[in-house]
């Protein structure tokens, strides 16, 4: 069965510090790869979507994510944190074949003022 | 606020019965997507609609079903529930999504339902 996994369920850090959260996924076809944040009592909003081209995106907020294809991997980065950072987020998969959408079981980041 | 709504925000039943949850897209979007969000299965996908067609079923139990009406809006139906439904419902809209090109889906504020 096709599976995304998020190996950090929940991250502490403070400000200032840098972010690496690890997605790897499990399908060996075409994906479509997106990092979503949920802040507390907000709705999922979309970071960082990875189609084609460049494995290196950035999204919003500074964010970035580099999609490795042999390693399956789609890791999301940070370079300094924020207070305001904190949240839950979610890698997903979209494997074209067959349109179907995998998220992984998310990671809960706080970060300490 | 990403555009898309749903109603209602919370809904509390009882097993066996049936509830229909609602979800508005954003203006033009044609694609639907809902989803199900436990704390021990995290979140999974359920349906895809386009423009009124179903596209793609993911893990979505016989006892589900769901629609796209003219109008574009969805519902999706959850019939002889069981204490195990209870979680959040996310629907999720984007313009395209009726080919293999996905859109970026923006998602509603979810239906809490808990089934006692």
């Known amino acids: 069965a096709q599976s995304v996994s998020q190996h950090n369920h929940h991250v502490i850090l403070s400000e200032a510090a840098s972010l690496e959260l690890g997605c790897n996924y499990s399908y060996g076809g075409t994906v479509n790869l997106f990092w979503y944040v949920q802040y507390p009592g907000q709705h999922l909003q979309l970071l960082l979507k990875?189609?084609?081209?460049?494995?290196l995106v950035k999204g919003i907020k500074g964010f970035e994510a580099e999609f490795i294809k042999s390693k399956f991997s789609f890791n999301l980065r940070k370079p300094s944190v924020q207070w305001s950072d904190t949240a839950e987020y979610f890698c997903?998969?979209?494997?074209?074949?067959?349109?179907?959408?995998?998220f992984g079981t998310g990671t809960s980041l706080t970060v300490i003022p | 606020d990403s555009g898309v709504t749903q109603t209602p925000k919370h809904l509390i039943t009882a097993t066996g019965q049936r509830v229909t949850l609602r979800c508005s897209p954003r203006?033009?979007?044609?694609?639907v997507y809902w989803y199900q969000q436990s704390l021990d299965q995290g979140l999974q996908f359920l349906i895809h609609?386009?423009?009124?067609?179903?596209?793609a079923k993911g893990n979505i139990l016989e006892r589900f079903s769901a629609q796209q009406f003219p109008d574009l809006h969805s519902e999706l139906n959850l019939s002889s529930l069981e204490l195990g439904d209870s979680a959040l419902y996310f629907c999720?809209?984007?313009?395209?999504?009726?080919?293999?090109?996905?859109?970026?889906?923006?998602f509603g504020p979810g239906t809490r339902l808990l089934v006692l």
């Open positions: 990875y189609f084609s081209g460049d494995p």
């Open positions: 999720a809209s984007s313009v395209g999504g009726g080919g293999a090109v996905v859109e970026t889906q923006y």
């Open positions: 203006s033009g979007d044609l694609s």
């Open positions: 997903a998969v979209n494997a074209l074949t067959g349109n179907q959408f995998y």
């Open positions: 609609y386009y423009n009124g067609e179903e596209r």
